[in-house]
């Protein structure tokens, strides 16, 4: 079955820090190109990190609005990619959703989301 399960979202006060943790399953994870979007209430979803899998040596790239805070990683021992949050602020507070990018033999897959609140 194929499966994308995110974890690690909640409340957190401004300037705090989150790691995300997505879960895959029933893919060819280490070549996978895998991301990270959020979707805030009333705005459209937005990409927010990108890694690519193996074959491409796992490069990174990042919307401007959070370089250099966050930091996407993979492990694909574990099937799992990561994304580390830092100084986080109120305009980071989203639903935040793993996608594993469209291949030519399979479509995109999304997590379920999980809810990253940022707030004193």
């Known amino acids: 079955q194929v499966q994308l399960v995110e974890s690690g979202g909640g409340l957190v006060q401004p300037g705090g820090s989150l790691r995300l943790s997505c879960v895959a399953s029933?893919?060819?994870?280490?070549?996978?190109?895998m991301h990270w979007y959020r979707q805030a209430p009333g705005k459209q979803r937005e990409l927010v990190a990108s890694?690519?899998?193996?074959?491409?040596?796992?490069?990174?790239n990042y919307a401007d609005s959070v370089r250099g805070r966050f930091t996407i990683s993979r492990d694909d021992v574990k099937n799992t990619v990561f994304l580390q949050m830092n100084s986080l602020n109120p305009e980071d507070t989203a639903v935040y959703y793993c996608?594993?990018?469209?291949?030519?033999?399979?479509?995109?897959?999304w997590g379920q989301g999980t809810q990253v609140t940022v707030s004193s």
């Open positions: 029933g893919i060819i994870f280490s070549t996978r190109a």
């Open positions: 890694i690519t899998g193996r074959d491409s040596l796992n490069y990174v």
């Open positions: 996608n594993a990018a469209p291949t030519r033999y399979q479509g995109d897959v």
